[in-house]
């Protein structure tokens, strides 16, 4: 079984809970094992850059020497995670000076920082790392039918400039054709949904997920996938109030991609913490169960 | 007597990720305004703030919201056909600012961001019941209603932690903190 070390992160923790049941569960179904980096720390998320950019890398290579230390690849859920843990790898290794300092910090908790792992978004680890033949092998129930919007948001995509799909992405409509799922085209699939800005700056934040519901919505989404926890908190939880704001009827359900190929693979949907949402995709999901028969 | 640095040069040296972005390569052409998502709450949008950062207009420039409604999203990064990486510039602008105590009035985001990093310091994790005080009292009723019944509804499905998470190796993880900022007895 291959294995890579996972770091959740604090999200994945409490509030995105049930990303991180359905990612270990379907990637031990895929047959990958996600062993949770022993100890890991928060990444800095994005505040942290805002204060100091020296202890935000460290915070990352911290993460990053530890998966070194279980000679293992790093896989991380969380776009903002990735991102950073991304960047400190690059940044580290183009400063010989920086990575220096940071690893006089780093002998503190006996660790080093050499530069030579490779940072995976959880995502692509399902579409490159395992792949969509694969996928297809062992899907169970396909999701004929049901429409997904695939949401990328920023950082998995971003900045990444050597990225190919930086414009206009498909690696997450593959997937979900993979696991029998129609993926909808809508133009927001790579916009923002505001992040942080939910707490510091609402109304900006506000006119972004609205944008973003309705654009979905608008194109057929029965159901909008993401890959990021933070995603799919702004996205799922502040309907109600951009409803009132906007004078709207939203009430679309927001998954992460892992429940959708749990439930393709045949996995249980509580084992894929599917119930802890606040708009239920029951619905949507007794659909496909209809039409496949 | 020795010149000090213009104040583009200084936006674009502000460390690692910012250093040496060619800001004055900019060619005005509005690509970063048109793709942001959070221009329309900018009291400049982000293009215009470049040619403000080009001027010298250091004090119009550090007293702007601009960078504090910059969500980190980057699309205006990839898009620059000058390669000037502008989020990290709005990075490197809200660091200055905070280290000079200079940003605007009633802004949520310093607070936060200093929350948010006193947090991660003494405990390793980060931890959002800690966050809350820090915006949620300069909401409006109405949006503190709403807060805490998000909050509140979270908590019912079982997606808010209880107890504030901290990693085991605590005590070398505040030596390493040490080691990059001497912060003494803060910790």
Redo the contacts between chains.
Sequence with gaps: MKEYAYFPG?SL?????SYNHSALETTYKLGVNLKEIE????C????????????A???GA?NLAMAEKEGLDLVAPCSGCYKNMF?TQV?LNH?PD?KE??N???E???LQFTGNTTVHHLLDLFVNEIGLEKIKETVKQPLTGLRVAPYYG??IL??R?DHED??NPSFFEGLLSAIGATPIDYALK???C????L???????F??VH?LLKNAVDNGAEVIATACPLCQINLE??QQ?INREFNTHFSVPVVYFTQLVGLALGIKPKRLGLG???ISPKKAFEAIATATG | MTDKPAFNQEVANL???AEGNPLETCIQCGSCSGTC??A??MDHTPRRLIAMINAGMKEQVLASNTF??C?????C??RCPSGI?I??AM?AL??YT?WKGQYQEG????T???T??KT??RS?????PI?APT?IFS?GVR?FI?EAV?AT??ML?????LLP?R???LE??K???S???PIGEAL
């Design positions: 604090c923790e409490k509030m995105a809970i100890d890991w720390n928060c800095g998320a994005t505040a942290y850059f805002h204060v100091d950019e020296l202890l890398y460290t915070l911290r960047f940044h400063d920086l300092h940071i006089a910090a780093l503190e908790d006996n920023c950082q971003r900045p400039k930086v414009e790579m916009k923002c505001g992040g942080s800005l707490i510091t700056s609402r109304p900006a934040a006119s972004m944008n939880c502040y109030q802890k949402e606040f | 460390l690692y990720a998502p959070a329309n709450v504090w409604y969500a980190s999203c980057y699309h990064t990839v990486d989020a990290e990075y809200k660091r905070m802004m949520i985001g310093p936060f961001s200093e948010f990093v991660i310091v390793g994790r980060s931890y959002e966050l915006y909401y949006e709403d998000t509804n979270l499905k079982g997606r808010i932690p998470p990693i085991k190796r070398n993880f030596r390493m903190i080691h990059i900022i």
